[in-house]
């Protein structure tokens, strides 16, 4: 380290030093070092106080700081270089090698870096420090979905450079500052920029009105520190994510209904060195805040293998295919089945399982509209105190719904919502509530209190789901009020969102049915045996006699009907030491019109074949 060395041909030293970015596992460890030439280079160069060198131009030809080659491209100038080394015997050898090097991704052709004077937003400036700025407003004043988002951001800005707002490009957003054609100092004046923007706005021309001026236009009554007065315009451009960064100024603040900070910035999970972060430090430079509330990050779509999707893969899915084969509604179903704060892997089979459980919903809301129809709201509405303990349990449930799924959607938590929903309609109505009420539904007597409050537990979740799942099932939501009785709106986009209603509230009965469930699912189990084993036909078929210890038979008590509860025909409970449960053939004959068996059927000559629940249901 430190060592000079003697160039071959040109009359200069260069010291040797160390770059911790050089190592042995791709190369010699032993390379030349350009200032002017690339990042490592410059960073390990002021480190060494080394002058930062650039001997070429912007077309890519050396300059006047190698005159001997001055005016040739680089590429052309290599093979020329090496013959230079052989005619002075400084080269012992060369060939050609394959390694990696850096390509225009669009024109696909080798790449040089060069330093070139740009502007810059400084990060750590002494009187406006806008990286610890931006890392406290970060931390302390910004919701995230999903929280991992907020150690990203952070991330990003603890470890991003000084921003370079300025381009080389031939068409953008102008940089409105002027060069001293005598000593090439820079007119950044704040209301020459000022009057510039006006006349954009004012003329209607936009960008095009200061590329139309010449430069000695603009500059008027403008002189140099030098003296000079005569100016030439910057050909840079912003950067593209200064543009969209500050949309916060041009949108947010200058049209009407819009809202400043906004609730939330939304995008992919590549835009905190992006967008999010751009617009974060720019509005904190101009306005003070973030522009933001809270940050929503999604993932992105991938095939089924999770790999990108491409056209020239043809593994892409398109939505608007998928809208024409499965509808709008099952598109929006999978949206909210997916976590989108992750890479969402997509396929045709996937849209066949959205609209099995599509299907479900749909049907099971049919169910709860065809058992409606004899419910009259203004008269058959029956108070809570005296629904059965089943129909409390639904409501309670139900309640716990409609809790979890608004604080779903307020938090942008979409797929809990629809988990949430999925799981109500499928195990806690259809497996259980609907499963055990269809006796009661149809065969008890139509007028009579137990089946009037079923009916009106039916009658509020029906009003009230079609307005928790209208967001996701819209078009499902929308045909189904039309159905509801007495109504009182013309939509169901015009509904109150549902809350949650106190009166339903009961930890204690829901902790008991918690317990009763289980049991139930134990009864079940047994049932389903002696199905596959044919010694039943159907659960209707069957007596069962449970014995258990003094609390479960207290617990029991709470079933205004036993036999409905676990759908068989026969239900005996008798205290024990430990719980067990006996399935035998039901007693007595069939009813033929609720398939319920009983002791007591042929002892009423006018209904010999029914039972007396069904008896008294008919007169």
């Not at 770059?19 to 596992?25: A, D, F, N, S």
Request: proline content about 4%.
């Amino acid at each position: 380290e430190g060592i000079n060395t003697k160039h071959p041909f040109i009359d200069r030293t260069s010291k040797i030093i160390l770059g911790h970015h050089v190592t042995l596992e791709a190369g010699t460890g032993c390379v030349h070092t350009a200032p002017g030439h690339g990042l490592d280079d410059y960073i390990v160069g002021q480190k060494y106080n080394l002058p930062v060198a650039c001997p070429v131009d912007e077309a890519g030809r050396y300059n006047d700081d190698y005159p001997e080659m001055k005016g040739t491209k680089i590429w052309d100038a290599n093979p020329l270089i090496v013959e230079k080394l052989v005619q002075s015997g400084h080269m012992l050898a060369h060939s050609e090698i394959t390694h990696s090097y850096p390509h225009n991704p669009r024109s696909k052709t080798p790449l040089i870096f060069r330093s070139t004077p740009q502007w810059f937003i400084k990060m750590d400036d002494e009187k406006y420090p806008l990286r610890k700025k931006a890392l406290e407003t970060a931390e302390k004043n910004i919701s995230y979905v999903p929280q991992w988002g907020a150690q990203r951001l952070m991330s990003m800005l603890t470890n991003s450079p000084d921003w370079c707002v300025s381009r080389q490009r031939l068409w953008g957003v102008p940089i409105p500052v002027f060069y001293c054609e005598s000593c090439g100092e820079a007119l950044a004046n704040s209301e020459l920029m000022r009057k510039i923007a006006d006349e954009m706005e004012s003329s209607g021309k936009g960008i095009e009105a200061f590329y139309e001026k010449p430069a000695m236009e603009w500059t008027s009554g403008y002189k140099c520190t030098c003296g000079h007065k005569e100016f030439k315009k910057s050909k840079d451009i912003l950067d593209v994510w200064f543009d969209s960064g500050v949309c916060h100024t041009s949108v947010q603040k200058n049209r009407e209904g819009m809202a400043f900070p906004a609730d939330i910035y939304l995008e992919g999970s590549d835009q905190h060195r992006g967008w999010f972060q751009t617009s974060l430090v720019s509005s904190l430079a101009a306005n003070g805040k973030s522009p933001f509330k809270t940050l929503i990050t999604h993932g992105f779509v991938n095939d089924a293998e999770g790999k990108k999707m491409s056209k020239s893969k043809g593994n892409v899915i398109d939505p608007a295919e998928v809208n024409k084969t499965h509808g709008a509604e099952i598109l929006r179903l999978w949206v909210a089945y997916e976590d989108y704060g992750q890479d969402v892997n997509i396929s045709n089979e996937m849209f066949l399982r959205i609209t099995e459980t599509y299907r479900r919903i749909r049907n099971t809301m049919r169910f709860l509209l065809g058992n409606l129809g004899d419910f009259n709201p203004q008269t058959d509405v029956v108070s809570y105190d005296d629904m059965t303990t089943i129909d409390k349990w639904a409501l309670g449930r139900f309640n716990d719904v409609i809790e979890k799924v608004t604080d779903a959607y307020e938090s942008y938590n979409f797929y809990k919502v629809y988990h949430n929903l999925n799981q109500f309609f499928t195990v806690d109505l259809s497996a259980c509530y609907l499963d055990i009420l269809k006796d009661r539904l149809y065969t008890w007597k139509s007028d009579g209190i137990e089946r009037r409050a079923s009916q009106t537990v039916i009658y509020y979740l029906v009003n009230d789901l079609v307005v928790l799942m209208a967001p996701i099932l819209s078009f499902l939501a929308e045909e189904v009020y039309n159905y509801i009785p007495q109504k009182d709106k013309e939509s169901v986009f015009l509904c109150e969102f549902p809350k949650v209603r106190s009166e339903w509230n009961n930890e204690h009965l829901m902790n008991q049915f918690s317990n009763l469930f289980e049991l139930r699912n134990e009864v079940l189990q047994k049932l389903e045996d002696l199905r596959k084993s044919k010694t039943i036909g159907s659960n209707l078929d069957a007596a069962i006699k449970i014995i258990a210890p003094q609390k479960t038979c207290e617990l029991l008590k709470l079933l205004n009907s036993k036999r409905e509860f676990f759908i068989v025909s026969q239900v005996e409970v008798k205290v024990g030491e430990t719980l067990s449960i006996e399935v035998n053939k039901a007693e007595g004959e069939k009813c033929i019109r609720c398939w319920n068996y009983s002791v007591e059927i042929g002892t009423n000559k006018e209904h010999p074949e029914i039972c007396p629940k069904c008896i008294e249901a008919l007169s």
